[in-house]
């Protein structure tokens, strides 16, 4: 009987305690399905270390992302593309671009009898999925790969039938090694697909290319290591050719960080430098400039520290790639203008 | 007739129903009111040419919407070929045929078909289904392959893999509001007909021809199903847009383009044109709403007499 008397006080002055002890500080983001993982790591970690401050993030979607944080309707935005120019025009108040990890877009295929890795360069992939080599017996597949046995199998050509990041940094990439792609389709994180069929997100895509003999497509590098799907080598800027791998993507980043814009708008695809993987990309967090509640910004600025700093160490685990200690660098100095 | 007595208490029900009714009509109007708003981007800038245009390429920013409503139109209308025999089939078995034991397991099976997730009939259909498909495409002889319906390179992901999904996710519903319907006929029409010296399948044509209406609405609830399903096409149909009567050419519908696209969709033009797309599956679907209604109204504007003689005694021929 005490007992149950007992409980609801005991239970309230708990509570009271805990809102009068500790301010809650909830902070609220919205944007990339791509780094929601590592984010929602970052999160908790971080909440562990500062119990008090608890932030949220819904994976909406990049474009969902930037329409929220034009109309700040939350603090933070995350985009697998950095705004464009006209979307930067739109906003109340000036953005700041962070990447915060970066990811890689792998070529996965399905020949029928070949069991060699394939290699691919970046104009011939161009071409396959422009329609113009259809074949996995063509000269130019061919030349690539001597010595493999290759069919005459019709190549199938899988891409991602939903707006995604990884389309875009697919076809960033082919647009720079290709002018007639970037002429024709562009980039984009949906474009007109000259050829081929589609599949929904990183599954959909593998589960297609996987059925059909002929197959090929592409996915994350996150998905293709964690799903164990082979992929082929592609050749990089410096003419090697180079297979996607933790280590390969950030050294594309720090290949580009020599030419770092000021405002870290970037496309790190077909990157310079002998170990760098051709399709890699920042992905980044939005933040405005002068926000209106300024404790939310130092407590965001903590957080974005620490992210850049400590919160890199858990990329690896998850599958992406961290920054380079330059772009860190260069990232710390915008961050402090933040206020 | 005199007037029911009335009471506060009717008249609070009656407004307070009429009310609820009107919810319906408020939200309706809302919808359409606010994706013509939000569409107005693109309705400025192509107008009408939208419906009628099939290049859809959001980097350059050419939008229409003509390839979609094909797809869209299309494989709802191939599924509900698929799925009416089927669920007409179904219905009247459990209805005039089906031995009592069996009845109630049967009916509560098909209608546990409806309440599976649609991810999980897409799922099914990239795994299981589509690999069927493109055997069945794949050992399909020369000569039909070389006509239109079936042209292009088997691949198995395509219009066939939606249209199957769709009618398998559709025969649910027309099925069980069929059964519902026949099991509405009065016991005395049946009863008639066989007095008459009918025989099962006669009297089954009576009551399927007493029941046309019902009928006719089932089929319909289906299509709309049809025309709005989403993330089970989108996964087997190869999301291709492209006008095509190919059955194994890979094609594309209004509801999976805006699922597809949206959520990534940064370009301004780009998300009015996704809203529009909304606007015209809206449109489609009150026409194809509206069209059925004017179906069912003109079945029951015939002469009643006619409706339940006819078939069986032979009209006298007017001189």
Redesign the interface.
Known sequence: MTMRKLLPIAVTAVLLGATLGAQKISITGAGA?FPDPIYEKWFSDYNKLHPEVQINYQP?????G??QITQQTVFFGA???P??D??LSKTPGHIFHFPTVLGGVVPIYNVPGVTAELKFTGPLIADIFLGKVTKWNDKAIAAVNPGVSLPAT?I?VVHR?????TSFIWTDYLSKVSPEWKQK?????????PT?????HND?VA??VK??PGGFGYVELIYALQNSIASGPVQNAAGKFVKASLDSVTAAAAGAAANMPADFRVSITNAPGAGAYPISSFTWLLLYENPKDKALAKTMNDFVKWALSDGQKLCAGLGYAPLPANVVKLELAQLAKIQ | MARPRTSAGDVLFQGGTGLFALVIVIITAGIAFVLWGRSALTIAKFGFGFWGTD??????GDFGARTFIWGTLYSSILALAISTPLALGIAIFLSELCPHRLRQPLAFLTELLAAIPSIVY?LWG??VL??AI?AVEQALPDWIRATPLFSG?A???GMMSAAVVLAVMIVPFSSAVAREVLKAVPAAQREGAYALGATRWEATKIALYYTRVGIVGAVMLGLGRALGETMAV??VI????QVSASLLA?QYTMA?VI?????????SL??SALVEIGLVLFTVTLVVNAASRLLIWRMTRQPHERSIVAPLVPEEKSA
């Open positions: 399905t909406v979607g990049s474009g969902g930037v329409s985009s697998d593309m705004m464009t006209d979307a019709d199938a039938s939903d707006g995604s990041g389709v562009g980039a984009n994180s949906a474009v007109s697909w081929g069929l589609s599949g929904s959909g589960a297609l059925q059909t | 290049r859809w390429d959001p980097v350059s897409g990239i795994f589509v690999p493109r390179p691949v198995g992901v989108t996964m190869g999301n291709t847009p890979p999976a699922a597809n696209e949206f959520a990534e969709a940064t370009s780009h998300i």
